[in-house]
Structures are given as structure tokens and as C-alpha cells.
């Protein structure tokens, strides 16, 4: 009877240890806290899993300001994480401190890649390897409150298409009280929010410039281009007195709230303003110049395999990186956070190109520039202080221009020296 | 055999201890129970201050190993105009955030002192600024800052025609607006140490000074005042530390463009986060770190100094 019991006993314990064995491998991946992101990672962990019961992962976020430090710190601890997401921009940052490692080029041919993705993916190249895959990519567009536009006597079915109908257009949906200040917007103005990427890699293209040098290491838009279209955009508050920085704290918030009739930001405020229900809302192309020339700022998140993954969790981090960058994530992704897929065939599907809202952002990806920023903070704030000097202190947009470019180029070199 | 040493070494050191007198075993008791708090305190909080020192003579960036650099951070430092700026913001913050805080709480105190209807009640709503959390303060008052038609201010400056104003967006109005939310968030708890000064001056002096002729103002100077004197060195050096150390309300305040409009609020301690946290480069931020330790150190001192009693 008793030796039943150990046989028993002893049966169960093998049968657990090998279960453990199958089991073995959990990974852990990293991003930062956003409800969509995190939900929509969540389906994309259970999909995995399902289909490879070996693995499990564990989704790990923090909140977007503590981000990277956390990344920076868990790595100098030695515990990062096996997948990990990050900005395009960190990757010079994590690239050289040892925070990913190169993906290998059996499980992710570069040739693959680049016939798959997108052009702007080779933001993730450094050298010879390849850092990490975005499963979404994220671009500019012009949304306009329908609404709005019908009060003013606009028609909501033809939105500005150049730059000169963006401004009458704001001129005709703007709205003062009688002491002279502005109650409802024409055009938010908001550096701190997408307007530095408009003012940088758009405006300054049409006004005849180019921001940067090809490799981003010297600044060039204080030569040409940069110091009209700073007058362009600092003329809509102080001329044409259609926005004004710090309406309503920010341009997203004027636009939700129904007092902003245009505003310029990404695909990833699609998911916010999809909860709008007192109008309706329409998305087109950012303007062209009187050229017709158009230009936009794409940008992504990709996901990377932390340095620390070895063996089997390296392997496993692999196919869960595979197939969080595979066309079925992509869908997915689409449809809960609201970013375009990575890969062109996934993106540029007839449904998608029928979508009035999804369409202006697509065909922005034709066109983009994607900034190679050394320090995405550092370099955003030299464009919040060029604006703010021309608004709040009067100083003349050639003048600003030109201390922002040797502000930023000192950023430029102090991080690439 | 190990077991057999420990018994061996343990039979010893309980004579030993037999033959300490009851003095002797209080006072090694009580430093036993103080060295765990005296060796916590000295862990967390001493051992990272001397690690600082170390960490502002390296260019260490949490990523790639320090590596010596001597004076090179503090050259940086004072040649920085940032840092210059951020250094005159932060004593503007001291220099007319403290006395003006102490001047109203104490006004405060001394009127409050003297009303009993509903005393308690008013204390409290002078207090409850103090117990809520800084950074929900500060974003009711970036609404109430707000340009029409949200912010409060300017919406009633509007109903009378008059223009609005810029505030937090404005090079010269934002830090005073930021410094007046600061002012009143800790008024409460200014007013209440006050009150307890007051409070603590025996009654019989007033008495024989009202009996004597005296004034209100005369007695004012010549009783309450230097008589309230260890508290008002208290409420000098703890507010003092408060503005040099201020960051929550600048911060969220202003977290769209922190420390702006073109860092005409940035307080020292916001520069320093900003370098170490957004820019990495620990080198630079824990020189800052230490020039803000220096300043802390001279004028508490100084203040301590100025104010004792002699």
C-alpha cells in the first residue's frame, strides 16, 4: 500500500518535471503604458501563445516619461528585458550602450526586410545589422472639424489642400470675442505637440530648404528654407491671429474640445479622436506648397531583443518578435491602437486605401522623412524655444532660426563626438 | 565541530557581558537599537551623497563605464548660460517666495490668532492646501492660469473687458504665477507653526504690557516678535530649503515645455532632473547636484547663523 503510494507519488513528480521542462521558457517583454498598446499586445501575447505552448510571455509597461530610464537602468543592472519596444530615435542610445543586440540574419533576412517593410525600417540599420521591426508606422495628416468648417461657410467634402488654402481656411473658421481674443482657433499651434516635425521636415522642404545633411549630422535649415517657414507658422498667432500657443494647453485638447477647426497630428490620435461625438471630423494630406510639393514626418516604434537574451530565450524572443512584426499582428494592431502596418502589402490593401481616414496617412508613407534624432527631447525642445522666442520675445524668425540651428547642431555633436 | 566552536566562543562572551555594570549594558543597548537606523540612514543616504561627489568628476551615462574627467563638469557648469539662468530663477523663487510667505502667514496667524468664531474651521481651510498633493494643486492652477475661453482668471478679466493675460506663457509673468501657487500651498502649514508659537508666549507678558501703556504695535515689536523668535528661524530655514528645492509645481505646470517658456521658470533641481533623466548625462547632473548642495549648505548656515540667539 505505502509503496503504491511513493510509486504514485513518484510518477506525479516526473510527469511535473518534464511538464516543467516543456514549459521552461518564459520571456519578458517591455513597453511603455498606453491602454490601446497594451491591449492590443495582450491579444497578440494570447495568439502567440496559443500557437507556441512552450513559451510564455509577460508584458511588463511603464509610463511613457520613465520609459527609457527604466530600460537604461534595468540594463545596467543586468535584468532587461528578452523583447523590448523603443522609439527609432532611441536606437543610436541603446545601440551603442549594449541594450539590444543585432538581429540574426537567418531568423530576419535582410532582403526580406527590406522588400517587406516599408524604406523608412532602415531607420533600424546601424552598420550592418538590423536593431529591431516596427509593427506599425505612424505619419501626419491634417484633421478638420467638419462642423466648424459648415458654420464658416466652408465646404467639409473639400478640405485645404496648399498651404495658401490652409491659412484662408483658418482665417474663415477662427472666431474672436469683442475684446480682440481668440475663442476657437482656425489652427492650433502646439511645437511641443507634432508641429516641430511640420515645421522641420515639411514646412522647411517647401519653403525651399532641407532640415539636414543626408547622414543628420549637420544641421542645414538655418541656410535656406527654415527661417521662412518659421515666419509661415509664427505669422498664423501673431499676423493672420488664427492660433495661439497654449490654447487650451494643447492643440489635441482645442481639437477635441470643438475649438479648433484644424490641427496637425498623427496616426496614433486616431484612437482618441474616434471617442469625438459632438462632430464630425475628416482627415486629409498635409497641404502642398504652391508647387504642389508635399512632404510629412513618419515615425515608429519597433520592437528589439534585449541584449541579455541567450539560448532558448533567445530563440523563443526570435519567434515572438517574428510574430509580432508578421501581417496578422499588423492587422491587429490596426484595428486596436489605429497604426498603419509596417509592411507594405499589409498596408496598402484596397480596404485600407478605401478608408477615408486611414487613406491620408498611407499615402503620406510615399513621401515621408523620417528624423534621425540624436536626442528626440533635446532636439524637440530647440524647436519649442525657436518659436517661443519669435512669439513671446519678439525676435526675428532669421535670427531664431539661426540660434536653434547652432543650438541643435551642438546637440548634434555632442552626442555623436 | 563548527557547532563546538560556537558554543565554545559563546560561553565567554556571556561572562563578559556579566561582568559589564547595568550602565554599561543600558548604553550599549541603546546603541544597539540606534545603530540600525544611524547604519540605514548612513546606507541611503550619506553613502550616495559622497557617491555624488565621485559621480560629478566622471562623464558617466549609466550606459558606459565613468571615466575620470576631473573639473570638466564644473567648467561646463559655469559656462553654461543655462545653468545661470536656472541659478537666478531659483533665488528669485528664494528671495521673494520665503519672506513674502512668511510675512502673509504670519500676518495670518497673528489675526486668526484672535478669532474664535469658528477658529478650527478656518485653520483647517488654510491647511488643506498643504495636505493635497502638489502636483493635483498645480494642475488646478495651469486651468485656472488658462487663456480664455477655459482659463478662470482670464474668462472673468474678459466679462470686464479687460485684456487677458499670458501667465504660464509668458517669459515674465510665469515664474511669479508659478511662485504664488507655491506660497499658497505651504501657507498652511506656516500659519499653524506660527499659531502654535503665539500661542506658546505666556499671556501674563501681554497682560503686564497692556497694564504698562503699551500699543498694539509696540507690543507687537517689542513682545510677540522676539519672542516668537526660534520659530521664525525654524519657518525661515524650512522654507527657504522649500524654494531652493522647488520642482513639483514648476514641473507640473508646465510639463508641456518643462521649465519654459524658454526656461524662464526652470528651478535648479528641474535642471538637474532634466540632465540626468531625459539627457543621461549623470556626470553633469550630480555636478549640479552638488553646487545645489553648497547653496543649501551657506545658507542654512547662514541663516542660522544671522538669526541666532544671543
Do not use: C
Request: net charge negative.
Amino acid at each position: 500500500m505505502r509503496n503504491r503510494f511513493m510509486l504514485a507519488g513518484l510518477a506525479a513528480g516526473i510527469s511535473l518535471l518534464t511538464l516543467g521542462a516543456a514549459q521552461a521558457v518564459e520571456i519578458e517583454y517591455w513597453q511603455y503604458a498606453y491602454d490601446t498598446r497594451v491591449t492590443a499586445m495582450d491579444q497578440l501575447i494570447a495568439n502567440f501563445e496559443a500557437a507556441n505552448p512552450d513559451i510564455t510571455v509577460k508584458q511588463t509597461t511603464f509610463p511613457y516619461d520613465d520609459y527609457q530610464t527604466r530600460v537604461i537602468a534595468a540594463k545596467a543592472a543586468g535584468q532587461g528585458p528578452d523583447v523590448l519596444q523603443l522609439f527609432y530615435g532611441w536606437l543610436d542610445k541603446f545601440q551603442s550602450g549594449g541594450v539590444l543586440q543585432p538581429l540574426s540574419t537567418t531568423a530576419f533576412p535582410h532582403d526580406q526586410i527590406e522588400a517587406d517593410f516599408f524604406p523608412i525600417v532602415t531607420a533600424m540599420k546601424r552598420g550592418d545589422d538590423y536593431y529591431g521591426l516596427p509593427t506599425a508606422v505612424r505619419s501626419l495628416a491634417l484633421f478638420y472639424n467638419k462642423k466648424l468648417f459648415e458654420e464658416a461657410g466652408l465646404d467639409p467634402a473639400n478640405p485645404p489642400q496648399t498651404l495658401d488654402e490652409l491659412v484662408a481656411a483658418a482665417v474663415a473658421t477662427a472666431k474672436h470675442d469683442d475684446a480682440g481674443n481668440l475663442i476657437s482657433e482656425g489652427i492650433t499651434l502646439d511645437m511641443a505637440g507634432q508641429d516641430h516635425q511640420w515645421w522641420r521636415e515639411v514646412l522647411t522642404r517647401q519653403f525651399g530648404g532641407v532640415p539636414y545633411s543626408d547622414d543628420y549630422r549637420t544641421v542645414t535649415y538655418g541656410e535656406k528654407g527654415g527661417t521662412e517657414a518659421l515666419k509661415f507658422y509664427t505669422d498664423l498667432q501673431t499676423e493672420q491671429k488664427v492660433g495661439q500657443a497654449g490654447f487650451m494647453d494643447e492643440g489635441q485638447a482645442a481639437f477635441r474640445g470643438g475649438m479648433a477647426a484644424m490641427t496637425i497630428d498623427g496616426t496614433f490620435r486616431l484612437g482618441s479622436f474616434r471617442t469625438i461625438d459632438q462632430f464630425e471630423w475628416g482627415v486629409t494630406e498635409l497641404p502642398a506648397n504652391a508647387d504642389g510639393l508635399r512632404s510629412n514626418y513618419a515615425s515608429y516604434f519597433a520592437n528589439g531583443i534585449g541584449s541579455s537574451a541567450q539560448g532558448e530565450e533567445l530563440a523563443a524572443a526570435e519567434k515572438f518578435l517574428a510574430y509580432v512584426s508578421s501581417p496578422e499582428a499588423m492587422q491587429i494592431w490596426l484595428e486596436v491602437v489605429g497604426e498603419l502596418p509596417a509592411r507594405k502589402a499589409a498596408a496598402l490593401t484596397d480596404t485600407n486605401l478605401a478608408d477615408p481616414v486611414l487613406a491620408p496617412f498611407l499615402k503620406a508613407l510615399d513621401y515621408a522623412q523620417t528624423t534621425q534624432f540624436v536626442d528626440e527631447a533635446g532636439q524637440r525642445q530647440v524647436a519649442i524655444d525657436m518659436a517661443n522666442r519669435v512669439l513671446l520675445e519678439g525676435q526675428s524668425p532669421a535670427d531664431s532660426v539661426a540660434e536653434a540651428a547652432a543650438a541643435e547642431q551642438a546637440i548634434i555633436d555632442d552626442a555623436t563626438k | 565541530m563548527t557547532h563546538g566552536a560556537t558554543i565554545g566562543d559563546a560561553a565567554p562572551k556571556g561572562r563578559v557581558w556579566d561582568r559589564f555594570p547595568i550602565r554599561t549594558k543600558r548604553v550599549i543597548w541603546a546603541w544597539a537599537f540606534l545603530a540600525l537606523p544611524i547604519i540605514f540612514y548612513g546606507w541611503i543616504r550619506f553613502y550616495p551623497t559622497f557617491q555624488a561627489f565621485w559621480i560629478s568628476f566622471t562623464d558617466w551615462d549609466i550606459l558606459k563605464p565613468a571615466q575620470f574627467v576631473g573639473f570638466e563638469n564644473y567648467d561646463k557648469l559655469i559656462h553654461d548660460p543655462a545653468f545661470w539662468k536656472v541659478f537666478r530663477n531659483t533665488f528669485t523663487y528664494l528671495i521673494i517666495g520665503a519672506p513674502v510667505s512668511l510675512v502673509v502667514a504670519f500676518a495670518v496667524a497673528y489675526y486668526l490668532d484672535r478669532v474664535r468664531f469658528m477658529h478650527g474651521f478656518i485653520r483647517a481651510l488654510y491647511f488643506l492646501p498643504f495636505l493635497t498633493t502638489a502636483a493635483a494643486l498645480a494642475w488646478v492652477w495651469r486651468w485656472i492660469y488658462q487663456p480664455v475661453p477655459i482659463g478662470l482668471i482670464n474668462g472673468f478679466l474678459a466679462q470686464f473687458g479687460i485684456p487677458q493675460q499670458t501667465f504660464l506663457k509668458s517669459t515674465t509673468q510665469a515664474l511669479p504665477a508659478i511662485m504664488v501657487t507655491a506660497i499658497w500651498a505651504g501657507l498652511g502649514f506656516q500659519v499653524i507653526i506660527f499659531l502654535a508659537g503665539l500661542r506658546a508666549i505666556p499671556q501674563t507678558f501681554y497682560e503686564a504690557a497692556r497694564i504698562d501703556g503699551l500699543g498694539e504695535g509696540a507690543i507687537l515689536r517689542k513682545i510677540t516678535l522676539p519672542l516668537l523668535k526660534p520659530t521664525t528661524v525654524f519657518l525661515v530655514v524650512f522654507s527657504s530649503i522649500g524654494f531652493l528645492r522647488i520642482f513639483d509645481q514648476v514641473y507640473n505646470m508646465t510639463s508641456n515645455d518643462p521649465g519654459g517658456p524658454l526656461g524662464s521658470t526652470k528651478p535648479i533641481v528641474l535642471m538637474i532632473y532634466q540632465t540626468a533623466f531625459s539627457s543621461f548625462d549623470m556626470g553633469y547632473a550630480a555636478a549640479q547636484t552638488v553646487v545645489l548642495f553648497t547653496i543649501l549648505l551657506i545658507v542654512s548656515l547662514l541663516q542660522l547663523w544671522v538669526l541666532r540667539s544671543r
